[in-house]
Protein backbone atom coordinates (compact mmCIF):
# COMPACT_ATOMS: atom_id res chain seq x y z
CA UNK A 1 0.00 0.00 0.00
CA UNK A 2 2.70 2.41 1.32
CA UNK A 3 4.58 1.62 -1.83
CA UNK A 4 2.12 2.05 -4.23
CA UNK A 5 1.61 5.59 -2.37
CA UNK A 6 5.07 6.17 -3.36
CA UNK A 7 5.65 4.93 -6.86
CA UNK A 8 2.65 7.00 -7.27
CA UNK A 9 3.93 10.26 -5.81
CA UNK A 10 7.58 9.43 -8.30
CA UNK A 11 5.59 9.09 -11.61
CA UNK A 12 3.98 12.52 -10.84
CA UNK A 13 6.70 14.38 -9.53
CA UNK A 14 9.21 13.38 -12.67
CA UNK A 15 6.12 14.01 -14.70
CA UNK A 16 6.18 17.39 -13.53
CA UNK A 17 10.12 17.73 -13.72
CA UNK A 18 10.05 16.42 -17.46
CA UNK A 19 7.16 18.38 -18.23
CA UNK A 20 9.30 22.04 -16.02
CA UNK A 21 12.43 21.07 -18.48
CA UNK A 22 10.27 20.55 -21.43
CA UNK A 23 8.92 24.37 -21.33
CA UNK A 24 11.69 25.83 -20.03
CA UNK A 25 13.77 24.18 -23.50
CA UNK A 26 10.98 25.70 -25.45
CA UNK A 27 11.03 28.88 -24.41
CA UNK A 28 14.90 29.50 -24.67
CA UNK A 29 14.47 27.58 -28.06
CA UNK A 30 11.49 30.33 -29.45
CA UNK A 31 13.84 33.43 -28.04
CA UNK A 32 16.76 31.56 -30.28
CA UNK A 33 14.38 31.33 -33.03
CA UNK A 34 12.73 35.17 -33.02
CA UNK A 35 16.52 36.86 -32.50
CA UNK A 36 16.92 38.62 -35.71
CA UNK A 37 20.10 36.48 -36.59
CA UNK A 38 18.94 33.26 -34.35
CA UNK A 39 22.17 34.02 -32.01
CA UNK A 40 24.21 33.13 -34.78
CA UNK A 41 26.46 34.33 -37.75
CA UNK A 42 24.31 32.00 -40.40
CA UNK A 43 20.69 33.35 -39.38
CA UNK A 44 18.94 31.50 -41.44
CA UNK A 45 20.27 27.78 -40.37
CA UNK A 46 20.13 28.97 -37.01
CA UNK A 47 17.03 29.63 -36.90
CA UNK A 48 15.94 26.68 -38.53
CA UNK A 49 17.93 24.84 -35.70
CA UNK A 50 16.24 26.33 -33.30
CA UNK A 51 12.79 25.77 -35.16
CA UNK A 52 13.64 22.25 -35.14
CA UNK A 53 14.50 22.00 -31.44
CA UNK A 54 11.39 23.54 -30.71
CA UNK A 55 9.22 21.16 -32.88
CA UNK A 56 10.97 18.33 -30.86
CA UNK A 57 10.15 19.39 -27.56
CA UNK A 58 6.45 20.49 -28.45
CA UNK A 59 5.92 16.63 -29.09
CA UNK A 60 8.19 15.72 -26.17
CA UNK A 61 5.39 17.71 -24.47
CA UNK A 62 2.40 16.20 -25.90
CA UNK A 63 4.24 12.65 -24.64
CA UNK A 64 4.21 14.01 -21.05
CA UNK A 65 0.56 14.97 -21.01
CA UNK A 66 -0.54 11.62 -22.91
CA UNK A 67 1.77 9.83 -20.13
CA UNK A 68 0.08 12.17 -17.11
CA UNK A 69 -3.55 11.38 -18.37
CA UNK A 70 -2.68 7.74 -18.91
CA UNK A 71 -1.55 8.08 -15.22
CA UNK A 72 -4.96 9.72 -13.50
CA UNK A 73 -6.61 7.26 -15.73
CA UNK A 74 -5.31 4.23 -14.42
CA UNK A 75 -5.09 5.93 -10.36
CA UNK A 76 -8.59 6.29 -10.93
CA UNK A 77 -9.26 2.82 -11.88
CA UNK A 78 -7.23 1.60 -9.24
CA UNK A 79 -9.28 3.53 -6.95
CA UNK A 80 -12.20 2.25 -7.58
CA UNK A 81 -11.80 -1.21 -7.31
CA UNK A 82 -11.48 -1.51 -3.46
CA UNK A 83 -14.35 1.08 -3.22
CA UNK A 84 -16.53 -1.20 -4.51
CA UNK A 85 -15.57 -3.41 -2.24
CA UNK A 86 -15.94 -1.37 0.75
CA UNK A 87 -19.51 0.20 -0.38
CA UNK A 88 -20.86 -3.58 -0.47
CA UNK A 89 -19.53 -4.83 2.54
CA UNK A 90 -20.74 -1.65 4.77
CA UNK A 91 -24.50 -1.76 2.50
CA UNK A 92 -24.55 -5.58 4.11
CA UNK A 93 -23.32 -4.36 7.71
CA UNK A 94 -26.25 -1.65 7.02
CA UNK A 95 -29.13 -4.31 5.88
CA UNK A 96 -28.25 -6.24 9.71
CA UNK A 97 -26.31 -9.00 7.59
CA UNK A 98 -23.82 -9.38 10.17
CA UNK A 99 -26.57 -8.62 12.72
CA UNK A 100 -28.39 -6.35 14.45
CA UNK A 101 -27.35 -2.88 15.04
CA UNK A 102 -27.42 -0.22 17.40
CA UNK A 103 -27.80 3.59 16.64
CA UNK A 104 -24.25 4.22 17.46
CA UNK A 105 -22.89 1.46 14.95
CA UNK A 106 -25.40 2.97 12.56
CA UNK A 107 -25.11 6.23 12.45
CA UNK A 108 -20.85 5.57 12.06
CA UNK A 109 -21.78 3.07 9.12
CA UNK A 110 -23.43 6.13 7.92
CA UNK A 111 -20.88 8.28 7.20
CA UNK A 112 -18.95 5.47 5.91
CA UNK A 113 -21.38 5.14 3.38
CA UNK A 114 -21.78 8.96 2.86
CA UNK A 115 -17.65 9.45 2.53
CA UNK A 116 -17.74 6.36 0.14
CA UNK A 117 -20.11 8.28 -2.47
CA UNK A 118 -18.01 11.24 -2.11
CA UNK A 119 -15.01 9.29 -3.21
CA UNK A 120 -17.15 7.34 -5.54
CA UNK A 121 -17.76 10.96 -7.18
CA UNK A 122 -14.12 12.20 -7.10
CA UNK A 123 -12.95 8.97 -9.20
CA UNK A 124 -15.65 9.16 -11.41
CA UNK A 125 -14.71 12.83 -12.15
CA UNK A 126 -11.08 11.87 -12.62
CA UNK A 127 -12.01 9.35 -14.81
CA UNK A 128 -14.28 11.47 -16.98
CA UNK A 129 -11.79 14.63 -17.31
CA UNK A 130 -8.79 12.08 -18.30
CA UNK A 131 -10.74 10.37 -20.56
CA UNK A 132 -12.08 13.76 -21.79
CA UNK A 133 -8.39 14.81 -22.22
CA UNK A 134 -6.91 12.45 -23.61
CA UNK A 135 -9.26 12.82 -26.90
CA UNK A 136 -11.48 9.61 -25.91
CA UNK A 137 -14.86 11.75 -26.32
CA UNK A 138 -13.65 14.38 -28.53
CA UNK A 139 -14.63 12.43 -31.67
CA UNK A 140 -18.06 12.28 -30.79
CA UNK A 141 -20.36 15.30 -32.96
CA UNK A 142 -23.93 14.64 -33.02
CA UNK A 143 -26.32 17.49 -34.40
CA UNK A 144 -28.34 18.50 -31.23
CA UNK A 145 -30.72 21.50 -30.19
CA UNK A 146 -29.58 22.82 -27.03
CA UNK A 147 -33.12 23.39 -25.60
CA UNK A 148 -33.66 19.98 -25.08
CA UNK A 149 -30.61 19.71 -22.70
CA UNK A 150 -31.97 22.69 -21.11
CA UNK A 151 -34.62 21.24 -20.34
CA UNK A 152 -33.41 18.02 -18.48
CA UNK A 153 -30.73 19.93 -16.91
CA UNK A 154 -33.45 22.16 -15.47
CA UNK A 155 -36.16 19.34 -14.34
CA UNK A 156 -32.84 17.85 -12.84
CA UNK A 157 -31.18 20.68 -11.04
CA UNK A 158 -35.18 21.94 -9.74
CA UNK A 159 -35.70 19.68 -6.46
CA UNK A 160 -31.88 20.47 -5.02
CA UNK A 161 -33.03 24.44 -5.57
CA UNK A 162 -36.27 24.45 -4.48
CA UNK A 163 -34.64 22.17 -1.41
CA UNK A 164 -31.92 24.88 -0.79
CA UNK A 165 -34.97 27.81 -1.43
CA UNK A 166 -33.20 29.28 -4.68
CA UNK A 167 -35.20 30.83 -7.48
CA UNK A 168 -34.59 29.26 -10.79
CA UNK A 169 -35.73 31.90 -13.49
CA UNK A 170 -34.71 30.56 -17.54
CA UNK A 171 -35.43 32.25 -20.63
CA UNK A 172 -34.80 29.91 -23.34
CA UNK A 173 -35.41 31.08 -27.13
CA UNK A 174 -34.90 28.05 -29.71
CA UNK A 175 -34.07 26.63 -31.82
CA UNK A 176 -30.07 26.68 -30.47
CA UNK A 177 -28.86 23.47 -33.34
CA UNK A 178 -25.51 22.33 -32.11
CA UNK A 179 -22.62 19.98 -33.57
CA UNK A 180 -21.99 18.59 -29.90
CA UNK A 181 -21.29 15.39 -27.50
CA UNK A 182 -24.45 15.41 -25.93
CA UNK A 183 -23.08 13.37 -22.65
CA UNK A 184 -20.59 16.03 -22.55
CA UNK A 185 -22.85 18.98 -23.07
CA UNK A 186 -25.48 17.20 -19.95
CA UNK A 187 -22.19 17.65 -18.26
CA UNK A 188 -21.77 20.90 -18.46
CA UNK A 189 -25.24 22.40 -18.07
CA UNK A 190 -25.35 19.94 -14.60
CA UNK A 191 -21.89 21.30 -13.33
CA UNK A 192 -22.80 25.10 -14.02
CA UNK A 193 -26.14 24.54 -13.07
CA UNK A 194 -25.14 22.49 -9.66
CA UNK A 195 -22.17 25.05 -9.19
CA UNK A 196 -24.89 28.18 -9.19
CA UNK A 197 -27.21 26.63 -6.53
CA UNK A 198 -24.62 25.21 -4.33
CA UNK A 199 -22.94 28.59 -3.65
CA UNK A 200 -26.05 30.59 -3.37
CA UNK A 201 -27.88 30.80 0.04
CA UNK A 202 -31.49 30.34 0.28
CA UNK A 203 -33.58 33.17 -1.09
CA UNK A 204 -31.16 33.88 -3.79
CA UNK A 205 -31.96 33.31 -7.72
CA UNK A 206 -30.32 31.27 -10.33
CA UNK A 207 -31.13 32.18 -13.90
CA UNK A 208 -30.33 30.37 -17.17
CA UNK A 209 -30.50 32.23 -20.22
CA UNK A 210 -29.78 30.36 -23.55
CA UNK A 211 -30.22 32.05 -27.36
CA UNK A 212 -28.65 32.15 -30.27
CA UNK A 213 -26.51 35.59 -31.45
CA UNK A 214 -25.27 35.30 -34.88
CA UNK A 215 -23.64 32.92 -35.57
CA UNK A 216 -23.26 31.49 -32.05
CA UNK A 217 -25.15 29.48 -29.51
CA UNK A 218 -25.19 31.06 -26.14
CA UNK A 219 -25.70 29.62 -22.74
CA UNK A 220 -25.30 32.10 -19.55
CA UNK A 221 -25.78 30.75 -15.93
CA UNK A 222 -25.77 33.84 -13.48
CA UNK A 223 -26.75 33.43 -9.53
CA UNK A 224 -26.88 35.96 -6.52
CA UNK A 225 -24.21 33.83 -4.85
CA UNK A 226 -21.20 34.29 -2.25
CA UNK A 227 -19.37 35.08 -5.63
CA UNK A 228 -15.52 34.25 -6.05
CA UNK A 229 -12.96 36.11 -4.96
CA UNK A 230 -11.18 38.67 -7.86
CA UNK A 231 -7.61 37.71 -7.71
CA UNK A 232 -8.91 33.85 -7.20
CA UNK A 233 -10.75 33.71 -10.16
CA UNK A 234 -7.65 33.36 -12.50
CA UNK A 235 -7.40 29.85 -11.07
CA UNK A 236 -10.56 29.08 -11.90
CA UNK A 237 -10.46 26.44 -14.21
CA UNK A 238 -7.51 24.22 -12.97
CA UNK A 239 -8.06 20.71 -11.52
CA UNK A 240 -9.26 20.66 -8.00
CA UNK A 241 -8.91 24.38 -7.47
CA UNK A 242 -11.43 25.96 -4.80
CA UNK A 243 -12.02 29.02 -3.57
CA UNK A 244 -10.93 30.23 -0.28
CA UNK A 245 -14.49 31.60 0.56
CA UNK A 246 -16.15 28.09 -0.30
CA UNK A 247 -13.26 26.30 1.80
CA UNK A 248 -14.31 28.62 4.69
CA UNK A 249 -18.05 28.14 4.68
CA UNK A 250 -17.06 24.50 3.75
CA UNK A 251 -19.31 24.35 0.53
CA UNK A 252 -18.58 20.61 -0.45
CA UNK A 253 -16.62 20.16 -3.76
CA UNK A 254 -13.64 18.54 -5.48
CA UNK A 255 -13.03 21.38 -7.75
CA UNK A 256 -12.71 19.25 -10.52
CA UNK A 257 -16.50 20.47 -12.13
CA UNK A 258 -15.04 23.60 -14.05
CA UNK A 259 -11.86 22.11 -15.09
CA UNK A 260 -14.36 19.27 -16.85
CA UNK A 261 -16.55 22.85 -18.37
CA UNK A 262 -13.72 24.36 -19.52
CA UNK A 263 -11.78 21.35 -21.41
CA UNK A 264 -15.42 19.82 -23.27
CA UNK A 265 -16.15 24.00 -24.46
CA UNK A 266 -12.81 23.63 -25.74
CA UNK A 267 -12.72 20.39 -27.41
CA UNK A 268 -16.06 21.79 -29.01
CA UNK A 269 -14.38 25.12 -30.06
CA UNK A 270 -16.24 27.46 -27.71
CA UNK A 271 -15.53 30.05 -25.47
CA UNK A 272 -16.20 30.74 -21.71
CA UNK A 273 -16.07 33.71 -19.33
CA UNK A 274 -16.31 33.98 -16.16
CA UNK A 275 -18.03 37.35 -14.35
CA UNK A 276 -18.07 36.66 -10.48
CA UNK A 277 -18.22 39.95 -7.65
CA UNK A 278 -17.22 38.11 -4.18
CA UNK A 279 -20.81 38.26 -2.64
CA UNK A 280 -22.69 39.59 -5.02
CA UNK A 281 -22.82 36.73 -7.45
CA UNK A 282 -21.43 34.74 -10.59
CA UNK A 283 -21.92 35.34 -14.21
CA UNK A 284 -20.53 31.99 -16.73
CA UNK A 285 -21.27 32.87 -20.32
CA UNK A 286 -20.66 30.04 -23.03
CA UNK A 287 -20.16 30.73 -26.15
CA UNK A 288 -20.52 27.59 -28.98
CA UNK A 289 -19.91 28.13 -32.79
CA UNK A 290 -24.01 26.97 -33.89
CA UNK A 291 -24.41 24.14 -36.34
N1 LIG B 1 -21.31 29.91 -9.18
C1 LIG B 1 -20.29 29.97 -8.32
N2 LIG B 1 -20.33 30.82 -7.26
C2 LIG B 1 -19.30 30.91 -6.40
N3 LIG B 1 -18.17 30.18 -6.49
C3 LIG B 1 -18.08 29.31 -7.51
C4 LIG B 1 -19.11 29.17 -8.48
N4 LIG B 1 -18.72 28.25 -9.39
C5 LIG B 1 -17.51 27.85 -9.00
N5 LIG B 1 -17.11 28.47 -7.88
C6 LIG B 1 -15.82 28.32 -7.18
O1 LIG B 1 -14.94 27.63 -8.02
C7 LIG B 1 -14.54 26.40 -7.42
C8 LIG B 1 -14.35 25.37 -8.50
O2 LIG B 1 -15.62 25.00 -9.05
P1 LIG B 1 -15.82 23.51 -9.54
O3 LIG B 1 -17.20 23.37 -10.08
O4 LIG B 1 -14.67 23.17 -10.40
O5 LIG B 1 -15.63 22.66 -8.21
P2 LIG B 1 -16.64 22.26 -7.05
O6 LIG B 1 -18.03 22.67 -7.37
O7 LIG B 1 -16.06 22.76 -5.78
O8 LIG B 1 -16.53 20.67 -7.06
P3 LIG B 1 -17.13 19.66 -8.16
O9 LIG B 1 -17.76 20.46 -9.25
O10 LIG B 1 -15.94 18.91 -8.63
O11 LIG B 1 -18.10 18.84 -7.40
C9 LIG B 1 -15.61 26.10 -6.42
O12 LIG B 1 -15.15 25.26 -5.37
C10 LIG B 1 -15.96 27.49 -5.92
O13 LIG B 1 -15.03 27.93 -4.98
MG1 LIG C 1 -18.83 22.20 -9.33
Redesign the pocket.
Known amino acids: MRRDHTVGRLTVLTLVAAATAAVTALVTARRAARRPDGGNSTPDMARLRAEVREQNLRSRLQELDTAKTDFMSTVSHELRTPLTSISGYVELLLDGEAGELNDGQAKMLDVIVRNSRRLR?LIE?MLILSKIESGAFSALREPVDLVAFVERALAEIAPAAAKAEVGLRTEVRGPLPLHADPGQLDRVLM?LL???V???PGAGTVGLLARREDDEIVLRVT?T????PAEEQKA?FTRF???S???RQA?????????I?GTVVDNHGGRIVVE?VEGAG?T?TIRLPAA
Do not use: C, Q, W, Y
Open positions: DENSNAKFTDGMGILFRANAVVPGTGLGLAVSTV
